[in-house]
């Protein structure tokens, strides 16, 4: 995890900010989650995220709704993201890394499938 964000608390409002300015799977580059347990935090948080086509829309200079940030009792509480880390397993974040290292000379056909390993 040596170019991801570092990992601590960060608040409710911090949280809606960065899932409102880009997308979720742009996000997840910095941060070591899989896109499932990243919503759940959200959705934990009641923190709501764009809607599918959001992103497209803007691109377009189409009309967007940014859904408000609504009340919760206890705003004040930190979100822990290092406590939701220790859900990934460590060969997911190895796969991260090498995805992530530009200067591995490693390149993938779009044409390859997993039908053709054979172990």
Known sequence: MSESKQLGKISRDELYELVWSKPVSKIL??????PSKFKKICNDYKIPLPPNGYWQKLRHNKKVFKTPLPEIENKSEKISLSKEVEAISELNMLIREIKKDEKLPLVVSDNF????IHI
Not at 29 to 34: A, E, G, K, L, N
Request: without cysteine; negative net charge.
């Open 29 to 34: 580059i910095d941060y070591p989650f899989t």
């Open 113 to 116: 499938t997993l039908s053709l």
